[in-house]
């Protein structure tokens, strides 16, 4: 609230935003802005379950991921998966609900200001449901 949500738009929305603009598929660009957001801090819930060590090897483990390459890069997808199975390990207690939020709201954005457009499988665009 402090600073005009910058941290959703210049992050989170932004990253999404840029994937999409490079022609990745919407749930690509969210994943990967999903990993940009994970590795840029620690997550909080992370934090709060697991303490600081954790969050910031989660954060470093993150990172690593991004700077393996980018989506359809075998480093990165291996990278992905590899970081992916850690936080599922210890009965998901690594898992960074926090960041997600911050992806939630960032999609929000674009998906309101009609930056990025949903499609159902199946449907063609989300405006098409019942809810359209």
């Not at 994937?19 to 801090?41: F, N, S, Y």
């Not at 470093?60 to 997808?77: F, I, S």
């Not at 926090?98 to 199946?122: K, N, P, S, Y």
Request: glycine content about 10%.
């Amino acid at each position: 609230y402090t600073n005009e949500f910058a941290d959703v738009f210049r992050g989170p929305a932004a990253w999404i935003e840029e994937g999409v603009m490079r022609k990745w598929p919407l749930m690509t660009a969210i994943v990967h802005a999903h990993l940009r957001q994970l590795a840029k801090e620690p997550d909080s819930l992370i934090l709060r379950k697991c303490g600081r060590q954790v969050a910031d090897e989660s954060r470093e483990r993150a990172a690593g991921v991004v700077a393996a390459g980018l989506p359809g890069d075998t480093a990165y997808k291996d990278a992905k998966i590899a970081y992916d199975v850690w936080l599922r390990a210890d009965g998901h207690r690594r898992n960074p609900g926090t960041t997600a939020d911050l992806i939630a709201a960032g999609l929000f954005v674009l998906l309101r200001e009609g930056r990025v457009e949903l499609r159902v499988a199946g449907r063609g665009k989300s405006s098409d449901g019942p809810m359209g």
